[in-house]
């Protein structure tokens, strides 16, 4: 069966791979399975036909014969259930992973978020700077426990999993700010999952989206 995902017509992102379907495409690539990417606009994802697949307007939507999802983390999970590469086999291992994957989106990622949203939603106020650096300490405080748990390790548990996967896309969103830099280990372990084949060949398809609209606006 043919899996289709939805995807930003005009990121937001500009083609830096931050998006959410990024997660969705990386899995993807890492299984091995082939997708169409359906392309949706700010005003379609609120009309009433993509809110009957997605009731909160976002996106990713997967769609596979007569299954629809949506939620990256359970759409990733998903595939990591029904194909091999994303969580182990050892049932122990494969609960650990588990554990990860609700770890990088319930407890590293809403600070992450929370700062990174803070600039557009109250950035103009006069007390900002003030609240940027609580936001920033608990970012770093996340960070401090995270890198802590990775030390010298490749990946949070064994070999590469979903978990890593996730908690790799949520550390990029921090890439940059100069929070992450303080973690060496941090950074190194982002690299190592931007440096996986499957993770260039998501983030090539998703840029393309950006690269190709551009290209047709300026010719």
Not at 16 to 35: F, I, N
């Amino acid at each position: 069966m043919t899996i289709t995902i939805t995807a930003f017509e005009s990121s937001p992102d500009r083609g830096r791979g931050l998006a959410r379907d990024m997660r969705v495409r990386w899995a993807l690539e890492e299984v091995g399975r082939p997708y169409a990417v359906e392309l949706v606009s700010f005003k379609a994802m609120k009309e009433p036909a993509y809110l009957a697949l997605q009731p909160f307007g976002q996106i990713p939507v997967y769609r596979e014969g007569d299954l629809t999802l949506f939620e990256t983390g359970a759409i990733v999970f998903h595939l990591a259930r029904h194909n091999k590469g994303l969580l182990p086999d050892e049932p122990n291992a494969r609960a650990r992973a588990i554990t990860w994957m609700f770890a990088a989106l319930n407890t590293v990622e809403p600070p992450i978020i929370e700062r990174e949203q803070s600039h557009y939603t109250v950035g103009e106020k006069p007390w900002f700077p003030e609240l940027l650096a609580v936001l920033d300490e608990r970012a770093r405080a996340r960070l401090q426990q995270l890198s802590d748990h990775l030390g010298n390790a490749d990946w949070l548990d064994g070999d590469f999993s979903a978990a890593d996967l996730l908690m790799v896309l949520v550390l990029r969103r921090i890439e940059g700010d100069g929070i992450l830099e303080k973690f060496p280990n941090l950074c190194a372990y982002v690299a190592r999952g931007e440096a996986r084949p499957a993770y260039q060949r998501a983030y090539a398809a998703q840029r393309q989206v950006f690269v190709g609209r551009t290209s047709a606006r300026q010719s």
